[in-house]
T-cell receptor
């Protein structure tokens, strides 16, 4: 199947700083990627849909000015958590759809963000 | 929008027993139902999926059944093994450009 990578796998930062997370499709082009947030023992919550060459579509309740998404190329989407606070600590996962057009989604390995 | 309910939230079984996880969905237009397995701190991985034109699908020890009329689908794992211990998520989607809605997850614990 298609491979999606994320970097970094984990990050610890101080409150008030910004953190950038990269999501890459390694062996295919992804015009659309998805960003999820997962709190401990909870489900995957869709934050936004990242569209190559255009603005991201955010889910209700997700602050677009806090979670900046840039999908500058067909293989890279970035999520920047601005002015991070401890409540932003979570597991962030990106995904992309099967490039063959099937409905399957391929997930990245996730990024564990801890804000002190 | 779509609403997916998943039960139970926790399931504890003995090695060798069967495990069943159930999900219901609300949107009758949903036609794609994947199941994901997520180990602690790792990415969700697709283990099996089913489409609305099929009532049952099996892959070795894993099977999924779908009842479109009742709008529910289930994951069945037979002869469970300790390595089956993980969190399992169901999802429902209308396919194509639609984004799947995930259930809340079931933590499966298989005791040796």
């Amino acid at each position: 199947g298609a491979v999606v990578s994320q970097h970094p796998s984990w990050v610890i930062c101080k409150s008030g700083t910004s953190v950038k997370i990269e999501c890459r499709s390694l062996d295919f082009q992804a015009t659309t990627m998805f960003w999820y947030r997962q709190f401990p023992k909870q489900s995957l919550m869709l934050m936004a849909t990242s569209n190559e060459g255009s603005k991201a579509t955010y889910e209700q309740g997700v602050e677009k000015d806090k979670f900046l998404i840039n999908h500058a190329s067909l293989t890279l989407s970035t999520l920047t958590v601005t002015s991070a606070h401890p409540e932003d600590s979570s597991f962030y996962i990106c995904s992309a759809r099967d490039p063959a057009g099937r409905d399957e989604q391929f997930f990245g390995p996730g990024t564990r963000l801890t804000v002190l | 929008g779509e609403n997916v309910e998943q039960h139970p939230s926790t399931l504890s079984v003995q090695e060798g027993d069967s495990a069943v996880i159930k999900c219901t969905y609300s949107d009758s237009a949903s036609n794609y139902f994947p199941w994901y397995k997520q180990e602690l701190g790792k990415r969700p991985q697709l283990i099996i999926d089913i489409r609305s034109n099929v009532g049952e699908k099996k892959d070795q020890r894993i099977a999924v059944t779908l009842n479109k009329t009742a709008k529910h689908f289930s994951l069945h794992i037979t002869e469970t093994q300790p390595e089956d211990s993980a969190v399992y998520f169901c999802a429902a989607s209308k396919g194509g450009s639609y984004i799947p809605t995930f259930g809340r997850g079931t933590s499966l614990i298989v005791h040796p």
